[in-house]
């Protein structure tokens, strides 16, 4: 397992802010919004990024290209998060980096014609920085912002150079 990227201080204080569109409020409002955002831009794949959020996605029968779980919410193990999903990968990435496995899982479940889901063993949260740079142009990642609701980013070329400068920023990781 190489690891690619790792996390700077700087950077997680930075990833902490939103990175598209916060839409604050209880779950159902906040689905209800995004599928309203869907809807108006008939998007081609949507994508969630954490347990909680997946979690409402499917409770609210929306089903998602691909979901990215790691079976935990802030950081506690929850309840594993029932997967609606063609395929699922199981893939490790420590916390505050990225693996080359977890990138090459999710860039491979953005090519895919089914609907996938990944399982971290480990921590999910920078792989939206990689479901952002691979999405499709104008697909949506969503994933929470704790204790205020959800924030939905859009693929759109501004957007994945903003991530690859993020990438850029982060410490290179080893190979071992």
Known sequence: MGIKYVLTPELRVELKKPLGILIKGPSAATIKKLKEMV???????????GDTVSKNLY?????????IVDNKRMRRKVQTTELRA????????????????????????????????IVVDGEEDLLALIAIAYAPQNSYIVYGQPLQGIVVVKATPDKKAEIAAI??????????
Do not use: W, Y
């Not at 809807?39 to 990024?49: G, H, K, Y």
């Not at 409770?59 to 979901?67: D, S, V």
């Not at 410490?171 to 071992?176: A, D, E, I, L, T």
């Open 86 to 117: 063609a395929k699922i990968i199981n893939v490790k990435n420590p916390q505050g980096t990225l693996t080359e496995e977890a990138i090459k899982a999710t860039r491979e479940a953005m090519e895919d014609k089914d609907t996938v889901a």
């Open 167 to 176: 990438l850029g920023a982060m410490k290179k990781g080893s190979k071992n």
């Open 39 to 49: 809807t108006e831009d008939n998007l081609p794949i949507v994508v969630s990024v």
């Open 59 to 67: 409770r609210h029968n929306f089903c998602p290209k691909l979901a």
